[in-house]
């Protein structure tokens, strides 16, 4: 079968894709597809105070721009060390053979706002206490007002015998490491669908960035196998530290994915935990809560780690003290003001936020302007007044050319925010969005423009 990695969606009408590229474009002008955000208050304030943002990521430098137009006199220093920003939510594109991996990657640089000094290190002590953070290199850096934006730390060690430089060998895949494992599971995933046989897909229980790339990863795998003509001789199961015909946070969500699954011969397997992998033997162990451990041969196996705080916050006074966000050293946040309960002068923006939900590029592109607003609004002497609703978005494929577009919010109550698109049908236009439209908007939201 001829390689599909740098194939346009499939083809529809002329006159069709026109009306549905001029639907999206009127839908990203109005701040659609990833939810309206409160327009930037026209206003600047004066000050003399230094911020420092923690983390060069979507959050990040998305709050950096919006800071700088708002603020007259402020001090903005980012520290982070990342040269090359990724435009993760493209992951599952590169990895699925639907993208190439230069469509992920771009430059830092390119996007830091004029006058911003970039301290290139990464954070590796927060002292709240001081109102400084300590470099990887020993710089101490003193600030009035903090904006943590950190991400979060994939956490491949709890998987005994994982090596994130394999991947792409012996049938391992991993979408979340970085762009290049992202090619790499494309590799992998393009060698077993032309053969067919047994794909074991995970997910673990616990927080985690993008929750719906390990069911877009299955689909993908199930739609490959199907375009090889090798799905009736394969397998696909899914094994997940979940509860029983849980695989999503949110049921209506959940229940139209484990139906959809059904349909295709996809077999679960609940509270099972990835806990080792032997990659050169193809095998994968599992454990229950009891402790009963069970050995699974896979021909294609698409690890997701479990996921935390990084550890600068994971080990700081602004990480959860309890709680459920506790364990994971959560970043503490007022889940509507995005600000610290104990620190006034500390926000946070992000993955790395211990919130209820939230960890997507919409979220950033909605909770981005309330940050700013409301410690624009501490720093001017008053009360946060913006309040974010958690806003989470997922367009999720399906197949190669359908997708539906998923928005939700803290309550799980689902949130559309275009007319066209219903939230629970799979569409071409919920596909063309993710395709072709979210990475402009991605773009404008990383510049503070949206």
């Known amino acids: 079968m001829a390689d599909r990695s740098s194939l346009p969606p499939p083809a529809v009408d002329a006159a069709r894709r026109r009306w549905l590229q001029g639907l999206g474009a009127a839908a990203l002008a109005a701040g659609g597809t990833v939810a309206a955000a409160p327009d930037a208050r026209a206003r600047t304030t004066k000050t003399n105070a230094h911020i420092v943002i923690a983390g060069s990521g979507l959050g990040g430098i998305a709050v950096a721009n919006r800071l700088a137009r708002q603020l007259d006199g402020a001090k903005i220093t980012i520290v982070d060390a990342k040269q090359e920003h990724n435009y993760q939510p493209g992951y599952t594109l590169v990895a699925t053979g639907v993208w190439p991996i230069e469509k992920i990657r771009d430059r830092n640089a390119d996007y830091l706002p004029a006058g911003a000094e970039w301290v290139q290190e990464m954070v590796a002590e927060f002292d709240p206490d001081a109102n400084a953070v ?44 970085s762009p290049q494992a992202a090619q790499a599971t494309w590799r992998a995933m393009d060698a077993f669908r032309r053969q067919g046989g047994h794909a074991v897909m995970t997910l673990p229980a616990g927080p985690l960035k993008c929750a719906g790339a390990p069911l877009k990863m299955t689909f993908m795998v199930a739609d490959r196998l199907r375009q090889a003509g090798t799905l009736g001789k394969s397998q696909v199961d899914f094994f997940t530290g979940l509860p029983t015909d849980t695989v999503f946070g949110v049921k209506v969500v959940n229940d139209a994915v484990l139906k959809r699954w059904d349909a295709i011969g996809v077999e679960r397997h609940h509270l099972q935990k990835l806990v080792a992998v032997d990659i050169g033997a193809r095998k994968a162990t599992f454990a229950s809560p009891e402790g009963e451990k069970t050995e699974v041969g896979y021909d294609f196996l698409h690890v997701v780690p479990p996921m935390r705080a990084t550890d600068a916050v994971k080990h700081s006074k602004l990480a959860w003290q309890e709680g459920p966000m506790a364990p994971g050293g959560w970043l503490e946040v007022d889940k509507v003001t995005l600000r610290h309960p104990r620190y006034p002068n500390v926000f946070g923006i992000g993955d790395i936020n211990g919130t209820p939900r ?56 689902l949130t559309p925010s275009l007319p066209m698109i219903e939230p629970l049908q799979e569409s071409y236009m919920a596909w063309l969005m993710k395709y072709s439209m979210l990475k402009p908007a991605y773009v404008a939201v990383l510049k503070g423009r949206v």
């Open 134 to 177: 300590v470099t990887t290199g020993g710089r101490r850096i003193g600030y009035d007002y903090l904006v943590v934006a950190t991400g979060l730390h994939l956490d491949y060690a709890q998987i005994e015998g994982m090596d994130v430089a394999a991947i792409g060998t012996n049938g391992l895949g991993s979408v979340y490491a």
């Open 358 to 413: 939230g960890k997507t590029a919409a979220t950033v592109k909605k909770s981005a302007p309330i940050v700013v607003h409301n410690l624009v609004e501490v720093i001017a002497g008053r009360e946060p007044d913006d309040e974010f609703d958690g806003y989470t978005s997922c367009p999720l494929i399906v197949r190669e050319g359908s997708a539906m577009l998923i928005e939700f919010d803290y309550e799980g109550r």
